[in-house]
Structure formats: structure tokens, C-alpha cells
């Protein structure tokens, strides 16, 4: 068998790739395996969000709500290429929440978690206020401004996974866990190639069950345990319209079935409009927006905004299935965000199963999974909390450097426009210039696949952090998915289907050497 890593971890999400950067940077030997892309399921679909979670206050989550806010500022510092502060206006609603409760949220929110650089909560006079011009005249005349933070919940997740191999972990996509079992109290894990059907074994001591939606399908795969949780899939489904209004705050919308809905600037031309709380049966890689959801979220911002939203006006849709940790509740709005640990110890080796969870959480629930799993992980060289002010790649500058690292790439490469310059530093930071490399001219990038996407960004996509497919590239890497038309994506995917097989042919070529 040759390699026993310390860790072996199925699932290629925000949480796996969290615990899996954790646990390399403390000099574990770490092995991931994801069926799919990295960020192929619940990671992808979020509301771009790293908040506290302002309507978890309702539901008395104290700690889960200061946790997250004390996230929100150290994400932010260690990604500030992906992650930024984003202001959020609460309008005032006669018959729902009342002001009194709504401001001493919104006091607890400000100081619940520390907060240093955000800027705190105002109070809005809408009815005058640039931020009410988009809203119904004289309906709303009063609310909140205040703090959170966007993310690109992708890139996330990419960045972190590329972190733990440049730490020494092996992340392995397409390739698919198909059997657990223990021998001699070592963990056997058989993979299988999605593409090619061909099935390889790693062992390793310790196994982390972090496959979301599959959580219950990792643990009936021969681990010989009896899950004592059950997860529960809750659908959240989001519209993308084009851009609602001009200015760059988003909106939180109470609605009379006392959710909410956010209206966010989105990708500089669009409104990011969501989400929806349903419970979900089917299987979690087919899940879809519905016309009922859709129309359901039209009709929520219509209710705020003068000029209604219609189904007509989404140029996309998206759809997500949170694997929820089944703490009972009636309702799906109402289900914990909260995360829970399984271990389980069959044989003598730790399986840890993850249940639950929020984006904003990752970096603490890998602390706290490696916490469970110490006792068996031995030999590490990293104190707990490093992930906390190490960035992540490209993200070593300040806060507030992104306009600076635009104008040094203009300078040095002065054929890029500035919305290029500007896309490549929110997409990779430092790291902008190991995309475009030493090239002299546009051509130096070679083929232009249009909306700034070129041949040089693909390759890098393709070397360096396992972009596959086009779908890969302009949803997950990128959101270039959304400016780009169907053929230039078909032409895409066509020369990322023959780069690959002529490198596969490369390799071949010198194995046999």
C-alpha cells in the first residue's frame, strides 16, 4: 500500500478543504478525495456571505452568531482578495418586527462579536437617504444600516484546498470514495476514478466523514458505524437579475412568513436576490430552483422595490442543498446552522462525521474537528489557532490594498484594461502576476475567450488549482459564466477537453520513457 497518511478526508468542500489546510499546516499528512470539482455542491451556492447570521439571533443561537462575527474580520484580513465589507440596509416594516426589537439585534450584532473594522449600525432616513430611492415611495420611511461582510464562496474554497497542497496535502477531485472499512486499525479507503472507472486504496489513521448532503451515504459504505445523527437537506435556491439600482449596499427584506431575503450587488452588473428555506428529498446533485421559488423570491423584493421583479428579469438561477444537522425543528427557516461532530471509533481508528454548518464557521469547525481528533493525531508541529492570521494565497496585503495591487499590475502590464486588472486581483490578489507571468502584450496570453478570460488565466486554472472543465472555470473559478455566451463556453470547454488529453498524452509518453 506504501503511504499511511494521518488523515484521510472525503469531501472537497469548505469544511473538508478547511480541516484539510489546518491539519497539513500543523505537519500532518493529509490525504482529500472530492467525486467531484472542489466546491461542486453546498460550498457554490451559498448567499456570498460571511455574516453572523442577523435573524439567528431569534432563535436564541447566541454563540453560533458570536462566533461567526468574530469570523468575519479574521476571514476578511486573510482573504481580502475574495472577502470584503458589505454595507446592508433593513428597512422598517409596520406589522412585522418591531423597531424596538429590530434595534437591539442590531446592538448585539455590533458587539456580540468584537468588532474592530467594520463600521457600526446607523439609523436610515429612507425617505431621503439615496439608499430608499430604489424602495416603494412613502412606504418606507425609516430602517437600519449595518455590517457584514461578501464573499466568493468558491474561490474560497479553492484558495484553502491550494493552501494544504502547498502544506503537503494530496487533493485528489474526480475521484470518488466507495468503500471504508479498518484493518489493524488503519482506516482502507477504496477510490474510484469518476472518469476512468480505475480503483486505487489509501490507508490512514484517522478518517474524516465531511461529504455534506452524502454525510449518511460515507458512513453506509462499510464503516461499521450506526449514525446516531440524521442530517436534514434544507434547499436554498437564489435569482440573479440584472443590476436593481445603483449604488453598492445590499438589502435584507422581512417578509410576512417571517423570513428574510437579501438583495446583494453582484459581479458589478447584476443583483444577487435570495434564498429560499424548503426541505428536500431528492438527490442532492439534481436539485434545481423551482418556479414556486422563483416566483416566490420575485415576489418578496416586489414588495420593496418601486419597479417589481418578474421572472422575466432572472438571468440565472442557482440552487443549493444544506446538509443540516436534524435538531427537530418544524420548520426549515427554523433548523440549526449549527455544527456537530460524530466520532466514532470502530476497530480502534477515529471516523469524524460532520453535521451542519455555515461558510462563515469553516476555519473554527476545523479547529474544533483536529481538537477531536488530537488524541489520535500525534507528532504535529503547528499550534491551533495558526489558520487565524496566516493568509490565504494572495491574500498577503491589507484590508484595504486591492486598489493599490490594481494600479502596480496597470503599471507593469499596460495593455490589460482596468476591469481585467481589477477582476484578476478580487479573483487571485498577489498571486495576479503567476497568472499573467511575462507577458509584453494581450497576445502574450494567448487566446481570448472573451469577458477578459484568456488562455494564460486557463492554463493556471488547469495547473494549479484542478480546473477540469469549462463548467469549472467560468461558475466555480470564475462567475465569467454569466458574461460569456453559450458557444464561447462550448469553445472553451472544447479546448480544455484537448489540452487535457494532449498533456495525458505527454504523460504517458514519459512514463513509457
Not at 439585534?105 to 446607523?122: A, E, M, Q, V
Not at 422595490?305 to 438561477?317: E, G, Q, S, Y
Not at 460532520?354 to 481538537?371: D, H, M, N, Q, V
Request: hydrophobic share 40%; proline share 4%.
Amino acid at each position: 500500500m506504501g503511504t499511511v497518511y494521518d488523515l484521510a478526508i472525503i469531501g472537497g468542500g469548505i469544511n473538508g478543504c478547511g480541516i484539510a489546510r489546518d491539519a497539513a499546516g500543523r505537519g500532518h499528512s493529509v490525504f482529500l478525495c472530492e467525486m467531484n470539482d472542489l466546491a461542486s455542491g453546498t460550498s457554490s451556492w451559498s448567499t456570498k456571505l460571511i455574516h453572523g447570521g442577523l435573524r439567528y439571533l431569534e432563535y436564541f443561537e447566541f454563540r453560533l452568531v458570536r462566533e461567526a462575527l468574530i469570523e468575519r474580520e479574521r476571514l476578511w484580513q486573510i482573504a481580502p482578495h475574495i472577502i470584503g465589507p458589505l454595507r446592508f440596509v433593513l428597512p422598517h416594516h409596520d406589522g412585522l418586527r418591531p423597531a424596538w426589537r429590530l434595534r437591539l439585534g442590531l446592538f448585539l450584532y455590533d458587539y456580540l462579536g468584537g468588532r474592530k473594522l467594520l463600521p457600526p449600525t446607523r439609523s436610515v432616513d429612507l425617505a431621503h437617504d439615496e439608499v430608499g430611492k430604489p424602495l416603494i415611495p412613502g412606504r418606507y420611511t425609516k430602517g437600519f444600516e449595518y455590517s457584514d461582510c461578501f464573499v466568493d464562496d468558491a474561490r474560497l474554497v479553492v484558495l484553502t484546498a491550494r493552501d494544504a497542497a502547498e502544506r503537503g496535502a494530496e487533493i485528489r477531485t474526480r475521484t470518488r470514495a466507495v468503500q471504508v472499512s479498518q484493518q489493524g486499525g488503519i482506516w482502507q479507503v477504496t477510490l474510484e476514478d469518476v472518469g476512468s472507472g480505475a480503483r486505487s486504496t489509501i490507508q490512514a489513521r484517522a478518517l474524516v466523514n465531511a461529504a455534506g448532503p452524502w454525510v449518511e451515504g460515507v458512513l453506509g459504505s462499510g464503516a461499521g458505524v450506526d449514525a446516531r445523527y440524521k442530517v436534514r437537506l434544507v434547499q436554498g435556491s437564489h435569482i440573479v437579475t440584472r443590476k436593481l439600482y445603483d449604488h453598492d449596499r445590499a438589502y435584507i427584506f422581512q417578509n410576512a412568513d417571517g423570513r428574510i431575503v437579501f438583495a446583494i450587488p453582484y459581479q458589478g452588473e447584476f443583483t444577487l436576490i435570495g434564498t429560499t428555506d424548503r426541505d428536500y428529498h431528492g438527490d442532492p446533485s439534481q436539485v434545481k430552483a423551482t418556479p414556486e421559488e422563483i416566483e416566490y423570491l420575485c415576489a418578496a423584493v416586489s414588495g420593496y422595490f418601486a419597479k417589481p421583479v418578474t421572472p422575466a428579469d432572472v438571468v440565472w438561477t442557482f440552487s443549493g442543498v444544506r446538509p443540516l444537522y436534524d435538531d427537530g425543528a418544524s420548520e426549515a427557516k427554523a433548523a440549526t446552522r449549527d455544527y456537530v461532530f460524530e466520532l466514532d471509533t470502530p476497530g480502534g481508528a477515529p471516523l469524524l462525521s460532520i453535521y451542519g454548518g455555515k461558510i462563515t464557521t469553516y476555519r473554527r469547525l476545523a479547529e474544533e474537528a483536529l481538537e477531536k481528533l488530537s488524541s489520535y493525531l500525534k507528532g504535529g508541529s503547528a499550534e491551533q489557532g495558526w489558520t487565524a492570521h496566516q493568509p490565504l494565497p494572495g491574500g498577503d496585503f491589507p484590508v484595504d490594498g486591492a486598489p493599490v495591487l490594481i494600479g502596480d499590475l496597470l503599471r507593469d502590464y499596460p495593455f490589460l484594461a482596468s476591469a481585467h486588472a481589477s477582476r484578476l486581483v478580487h479573483a487571485y490578489g498577489t498571486r495576479a502576476r503567476d497568472v499573467l507571468g511575462s507577458a509584453k502584450s494581450a497576445a502574450d496570453l494567448g487566446r481570448d475567450f472573451g469577458a477578459t478570460l484568456t488562455e494564460a488565466e486557463v492554463r493556471y486554472l488547469m495547473s494549479r488549482e484542478w480546473a477540469c472543465s469549462a463548467d469549472d472555470i467560468v461558475w466555480r473559478r470564475s462567475k465569467l459564466g454569466l458574461r460569456l455566451t453559450p458557444a464561447a463556453i462550448a469553445a472553451l470547454d472544447e479546448w480544455v477537453i484537448v489540452h487535457r488529453a494532449a498533456q495525458a498524452s505527454l504523460q504517458q509518453a514519459g512514463a513509457s520513457a
